[in-house]
């Protein structure tokens, strides 16, 4: 699955609501996304939240992320009033 700037996805396995803040490949040290460093190359998607109140980041491997549909829009889809 591709995501863009701004998509509103959330975990396949549950959890909140979150904006991608950069789609894209780059290396993980330490859980950082570190540019222009050669060496295994993956592709993560980097997320924003909120939680308590508190801002959150965190990146996720695409695989395990959908996109988010509010749960009136889940309704409709499945016939429901």
């Known amino acids: 699955m591709r995501f863009t700037l701004g998509d509103v996805v959330k975990l396949k396995s549950g959890g909140p609501e979150m904006t991608v803040s950069k789609p894209g490949r780059g290396v993980l040290v330490r859980g950082v996304n570190v540019e222009g460093v050669e060496g295994r190359e993956s592709v993560w ?8 109140g508190k801002p959150r980041t965190a990146s996720f491997n695409p695989e395990d992320l959908e996109f988010y549909k509010p749960e009136q829009e889940q309704k409709r889809e499945l016939g429901y009033k």
């Open 45 to 52: 998607v980097f997320c924003k939240w909120f939680e308590k």
